[in-house]
């Protein structure tokens, strides 16, 4: 069943890999038929050149339950399952260990839209969700770390179609769309904005003028007119030597 959404899923799952935005096993792509309330999900720890559009896990989103599949399907499949259920306008989903974006969720920083390639995806910061609490993960951790991504959105009254994509603090970001295809967009859109957000933070941050005294003192002591060389009495050889 659903064999050409298990291809769309599968040629958006091997494009985490070739985006670099995953290695090893790391990372999960689905998309969701909503007329028949069923997603596929790419299957647990399979290595993607292993991967194959057959192995695709077909799933209940009404459950999360596996409907068709021989393998079990990804470990974020509660998360995908959560999402689909409170985000109704989309129809696939992303989650990455791209390692700019997760720089940004280990720090439990948002992501801020400081320049328009950010702006051209995301209308705002992408913001960082909160980890699992210890209570939530000891009450029925499944995985699902879509709780925490609906609730900052709807504490923060943040349009998740207008931002599509959250960072799940101390994990990674998970990127959502209209397609599979749209959300691996999305999820590459995002590290490269966080990596030009990290890049533009550190260069703000260092650039301080240096004042004009300390040009002078440095600049005109050794090639200039000498105004401060001669204070301090030291010489050095090679200014002997000009002498
Ligand atoms: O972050 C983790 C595991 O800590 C997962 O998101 C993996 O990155 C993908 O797991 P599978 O989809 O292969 O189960």
Redesign the pocket.
């Known amino acids: 069943m659903l064999e050409k959404l298990k291809q769309e899923v599968y040629d958006a799952n091997m494009r985490l890999p070739q985006l670099g935005l995953?290695s090893f096993?790391?990372?999960?792509v689905s998309g969701i038929d909503r007329e028949k309330g069923l997603y596929v999900?790419?299957?647990?720890?399979?290595d993607y050149n292993d991967l194959k559009p057959e192995d695709m896990v077909v799933v209940n989103v009404k459950d999360g339950k596996v409907v068709e599949g021989n393998m079990?399907?990804?470990?974020?499949?509660p998360t995908h399952t959560y999402l689909y259920n409170h985000f109704p306008n989309i129809g696939g989903i992303v989650?990455?260990?791209s390692p700019w974006a997760v720089s940004f969720a280990a720090a439990k920083m948002d992501i801020p839209a400081m320049n328009t390639t950010h702006a051209d995806t995301f209308y705002g910061d992408v913001p960082a969700a909160d980890a699992l609490t210890k209570e939530e993960i000891e009450e029925d951790y499944e995985?699902n770390t879509g709780k925490t991504i609906v609730k900052t959105f709807n504490e923060r009254g943040i349009d998740y179609e207008a931002v599509p994509a959250a960072l799940v603090s101390q994990?990674?970001p998970f990127a959502w769309g209209p397609t599979p295809d749209k959300a691996v967009y999305n999820a590459k859109v995002l590290e490269v904005v966080a990596e030009e957000d990290y890049h533009t933070a550190q260069l703000t941050r260092a650039n301080r003028e240096l004042p004009q005294y300390l040009l002078d003192k440095h600049y005109l002591r050794k090639h200039g007119a000498n105004a401060y060389y001669g204070q301090n009495n030291a010489k050095s050889k090679d200014h002997a030597a000009r002498e």
């Not at 999900?41 to 399979?46: A, C, F, L, Q, T």
């Open positions: 995953v096993t790391w990372g999960n999900i790419k299957p647990s720890g399979v079990n399907p990804s470990s974020d499949t989650h990455t260990h995985g994990h990674g």
